[in-house]
């Protein structure tokens, strides 16, 4: 092991224990086995990062771009033709036949921020901050059902079984909470996301990697509160017992493995305060959980929010919301008039409030979902679109990428990008790349080979960055 | 060649005519700066060599490379030259200069000279170890078994001496962990100390190699190789029936089924002669594959990812080696082509993906008894009318022919109105449902025929074995809810002046009586939706439906209803007919088993006057075609089984024969293979798009691995057999290598999964090899194996490590100490429920729910409102292997120490130690009540003094008893509760559930 890194693991192991370890004990600690080294100590990327934290924010379901971001008028002059046949050349469709009439945007838009960015009229809190985050309407993907949209987009492959991208971030970077998981995530809305916990699982990845599912109410993390009758006393008094009992066993057994399941116990005690302390939000302003439309006790994509500032006030890297409720085929206008009510003055809140705590420029905010929508309608009532994964809108702000940006054109239907393709593997090897990593060189050795979160693909996509 | 032509073309500006290409200062320098890499002495990827004369000109596993004197026949150049349809070289860098292909065009074309004595002097590629067959080595000059042999050699090698035997206390504790996966009681422990006979030792590993709960042990081993679960996976993440499976590993790995046998079973027990239930069940592994149905999803997209999934199982879980990289193009280190991987798929590809109905061992011997019932009846009535043969040909004579004749109607389905489900078309006419399974829709289909007149149309409902247990319906149970069957018919000159069709009468050849809807298929509605007789699908109520559910296996077969129109149907110059059928008795969740559609159906018309579903199953009007001299036994007793039914007299007979059939059990089903009677064309696909199909491929094995028996038929019992050939040089190395990473925490060879040539060396190639040779030569036995390793002092030396070894040999991969690991997740729970006397130790049947907060089953942690009915009695404290395991929502206290979640194949487990393992031991509800449960005990049974009952439940934790030091902090903690006035005995249960040795095996 590198000097550096004992030096940090020694370091990691006296802040962090903070318990009597026998001096055989931690001899064996230090004497230079990785088995001893903590797999989240906190390690440095390839090159200087523009952002240390992300919070993701996953539109579950696959907003339509067509009705928030990307204006086509030319659509809405074509509404009710189907569409031109080369366009359809060798395109699947999810459920309707491609063949089917096209659909006009369903809502207004206007020109926003000095770069005139065109927004929905269903996003006026976005439209506010338009100047702060950049806009990307090229984006593509090859999935168009949601499981295999949402795993690609949260692993780089259709396939389950890959580790996430909060993991590989974890992998890479380690964490500098001490008594919080490095990679929380929250799940809101009308269902649990399509690609279930490998969404945020380690995939072949060691575990400790994997994303923890925080709720918002209720323990915040599971099997977090002491049993009934166990007050704060009698828990301190049992593990102290215990970190005597597990002491005297390594003394004798000499397995350094013991000193990491105290440390475990320790931090599990730790994160029985933070973790409360965390969730607790009746301690911000009146004017911040205005902003956010946030109330506490309760359980919301307006909470989760927050909450994701409040976790990367306490160090943790990454943080991703899963909002699943975008998944129109049917009731476009109204559920999307409801999914902007319940997200919009959330999300912009975030971005403003860590403006304003001096928070974003290290902190990177994504949002999308995983694929787009169809330019065509779907049923009767004009009021539905299908999965599309040609063309799809998603924005960031902070951590290193251009504010005001506005990224990609897309054809005059919405259909296909025209201009500045970025592709999901493209995308991930940009984040890398923000958090200071060469996407080719973050790997992993499994099954004889070294995987990677972009595969063999991706290129990290410079116009995006400041 | 005019492509070739082309590029020659293009090439002209740089080429220099008439030079002559020398070997040494033009190509070689070339050869070494772009394709050494790949293609020299530390790698040869596809097998190829071209840094030595001798294996350049050989070529790879593709065949020759150089053809002196003509390049365009020469792979080395087409590959260079981006000329053939092969992958352009250098493989991901760019492609030379043009003037460099020209370069060695002008070699090739000039007779591709290279000197003798340049370049490497390698006459043959080495065949990486693990390529070529395992032989018994040598064993070496030492004292004690061949395995302790093999350890102390190489411990000699590395000036390291052995550990001393551990105590006898922590020898059973670990023993007892492997071999069963409970810790043992302080009656087995106190027996063992008080047994000094020589071989007391072995006599305990034949004991725990014996008891039941050894199959349980080592059945979680293989079911993560088998990715077992108990649900789809994917968005909807159905519950699935597979523990059948499950309780077949479990029985097989009791009775030391040979492990050659073993894989046969599970890859192609379905193909064995006579197969058996079991042997059926056995193919659920290769089942055990996710399924995609959310909606808009294409079926045979999903299929090839269980396809391609399968292989992953079989490479991991049987082979030992990574395949999975040749599903999109050449494996880059081993000598693996594409074609190859797609020549082992086609041995899977010809499958259909069934489920069967599957009984108990009870269950099976009631059914026989019901049949043998049946069949006395059925035996008296022939005996007592001699003349049965004579009256049945008359009957015969009566019935053939008297069918009118019916068209197949095959319309067009409307996609909008599918709810989602896709209606593939076959190729008799009708349509079999497949992907998403709405619980409510009506689909709409339309027709342009010229026929008229029309009387009656026909709804076929047919079996197939794509459905559960073969349909016809699409419930879980095979059935269907038809609510109502509507038909439209309009001028094809004027489409849209649609009239109803008025239908007077319905037949069809079940009429059940009216009852209410299973739960399953409950809505949330207060509506009292039924399913009885045909005419509740033509009575304009949405709350009927047509019924099929007879029972027990009458549920699946085939049916048939006609429809008789008020008037003719048809128009001169064409008809649009549109028909509509509703199925609208579903559940409320989709998400769940809850459809109760129409799982295959087709549709047909008549102009006959009065055409009547035929009373006739389809099978038995078949045979009546048969000559009665012509027909098996099998044939002749089909049409007596149903003509009886039509014997007057006989009815008494028949409602016996009825009431039999209500006796018979319900059974499960179980997901399984079956074999398609007409092969499935495999073609390789570019880049494992199944979209992009390329060259077709035949069944076959690579060339790198031993060869299949010319003689064999190309079938996946071949497949099987093939791959536990004696001459396979993976597949016993890989099983060994993991049955001793599971006991010593690392693998001989690290790569549990990967045997290639990317694999790390094993740390002692002779003793895997040896234990290879071995378990082959034992039968194949697992027990053989497993006694092998456990009577070894190399298992057997105390874990104890000193500040010098564990700086040695940080990973015990030398062997100079025993074991010492946490244990896996579920026997970190059974160790918790064992010491509490919590636990049940009932084997096998259905999983379950064991404790879990609800909220994780539920919107929006979950995609869909899953069902778990959290086990109140003797099921919540069941052995961890029970648990149902939701592939979306994995069990948390289960998922927090590194079980894995079923979603692929896993043969080797991460070990993690984390904050969240803490909580889980210290507060989950199955440890608080384990804890509670373990203090009642201690006190009920430990003894009359604090210090004996502290004792005991020590012991019963960890087996040993506590040293002093350790009795008098945990009686300190009592006591401290006790002056609080709290809790102290389940405090100090807690703790002790708590401690990093109760949950490691030492």
Known sequence: ?466 | MSRTGLVVAALLPFALPAQTADFVRDVQPLLASSCYGCHGAKAQMGGLRLDAKALAFAGGVAGKSIVPGDPDASPLYQRIAGTSDQARMPMGAKPLAPEQIALVRRWIEQGATWPDGIGAEVAEIRKHWAFVAPRRPELPAKQGSPIDRFVLAKLDREGLRPSPEADRTTLLRRLSLDLTGLPPTPGEVDAFLADRGPDAYERQVDRLLASPHYGERWARFWLDAARYADSDGFEKDKPRFVWFFRDWVIRALNRDLPYDQFIVEQIAGDLLPDATQDQLVATGFLRNSMINEEGGIDPEQFRMEAMFDRMDAIGKGVLGLTIQCAQCHNHKFDPLTQEEYYRMFAFLNNAHESTAAVYTPEQQRKRAELFARMREIEDGLKHRTPDWRERMAAWERQTRGDQPEWIFAKPEVDDISTGGQKYIPLKDGSFLAQGYAPTKHRVKMTLRTEMTGITAFRLELLNDPALPLGGPGRSIYGTSALTEFEVEAAPAADPEKKTKVKFVRATADINLPEAELLPIYRDKSDKRRVTGPIAYAIDGNEDTAWGIDAGPVLRNQPRKAVFNAESPVGFPGGTILTFYLSQRHGGYNSDDNQNHNLGRMRLSMTQAADAAADPLPADVRAILDVPAAQRTPAQEAAVFRHWRTTVPEWHDASEAIAGLWREHPDGASQLVLREREAMRETHLLTRGDFLQPARKVDPGVPAFLHALPETAPKNRLTFARWLVDRQSPTTARSLVNRVWQTYFGTGLVESAEDLGKQAAAPSHPELLDWLAVEFMENGWSLKKLHKHIAMSATYRQSSHVTPELLERDPYNRLLARGPRFRVDAEAVRDIALAASGLLNPAIGGPSVYAPAPEFLFLPPASYGPKTWNEAQGPDRYRRALYTFSFRSVPYPPLQAFDAPNGETSCVRRARSNTPLQALTTLNETVFVEAAQALAARAKREGGATDRDRLSYAFRLCVARPPSAAETDELLGLLARHDARSQDGWTAVARVLLNLDETITKE
């Open chain 1, 1 to 466: 092991m590198p000097d550096a890194r004992i030096e940090r693991t020694r370091r990691w192991f006296f802040e962090q224990c903070g318990v009597g370890l026998g001096a055989i004990a931690l001899g064996h600690l230090l004497g230079g086995t990785a088995r001893a080294a903590d797999p989240l100590a906190p390690k440095q990327p390839h090159f200087a990062p523009k952002a240390r934290n992300v919070i993701f924010l996953f539109m579950a379901g696959a907003p339509s771009h067509l009705e928030l971001f990307d204006h086509k008028p030319q659509l809405a002059k074509f509404d009710g033709t189907l569409p031109p046949a080369d366009l359809l050349k060798g395109y699947r469709a999810a459920f309707i036949n491609p063949n089917s009439k096209l659909l006009g945007p369903r809502f207004q838009f206007a020109r926003y921020g000095r770069n005139g960015a065109t927004i929905s009229e269903l996003l006026p809190h976005l439209a506010q901050i338009v100047d702060d985050i950049a806009i990307v309407k090229s984006l593509s993907t090859d999935a168009f059902n949601h499981a295999p949209g949402q795993l690609l987009m949260n692993t780089g492959s259709q396939q389950f079984g890959r580790p996430s991208m909060g993991a590989w971030v974890t992998y890479g970077l380690g964490s500098e909470s001490r008594d919080l998981p490095a990679f929380v995530v929250f799940s809101s809305g009308k269902k649990g996301p399509s690609g279930g916990s490998s969404c945020w699982g380690s995939g072949f990845l060691p575990t400790v990697y994997q994303g923890v599912q925080f709720r918002g109410s209720g323990d915040p993390v599971l099997y977090l509160s002491n049993p009934p009758g166990v007050d704060e006393t009698s828990q301190r008094d049992s593990l102290d017992t215990l970190r005597r009992l597990n002491e005297m066993r390594q003394g004798i057994v000499g397995d350094p493995e013991i000193a990491t399941r105290i440390n475990s116990f320790e931090m599990a005690f730790r994160m029985q305060t933070s973790a409360p302390e965390l969730m607790d939000i009746s301690k911000e302003s009146p004017e911040t959980l205005e902003m956010y439309g946030a109330k506490p006790g309760a359980s919301s994509y307006a909470n989760n929010c927050l909450l994701a500032r409040r976790l990367v006030e306490r160090g943790v890297r990454f943080v991703q919301l899963y909002h699943e409720a975008w998944d129109q085929h049917g009731n476009l206008v109204k559920d999307l008039k409801q999914n902007c009510a319940d997200t919009d003055r959330a999300s912009a809140a975030l971005v403003r409030d860590l403006k304003q705590r001096g928070l974003l420029d290290d902190t990177l905010v994504v949002w999308g979902g995983e694929f787009g929508r169809t330019p065509m309608v779907q049923g009767g009532g004009d009021d539905g679109r299908d999965h599309h994964p040609n063309a799809f809108t998603m924005w960031f702000a902070g951590g290193g990428t251009k504010p005001g940006l506005l990224l990609g054109e897309t054809d005059e239907l919405g259909f296909n990008v025209t201009s500045d393709k970025i592709h999901v593997h493209d995308l991930h090897a940009t984040i890398l790349h923000l958090l200071g990593f060469d996407h080719t060189k973050l790997t992993y050795r499994f099954q004889g080979r070294d995987f990677r979160l972009t595969d063999v693909h991706g290129h990290v996509a410079t116009k995006m960055l400041a």
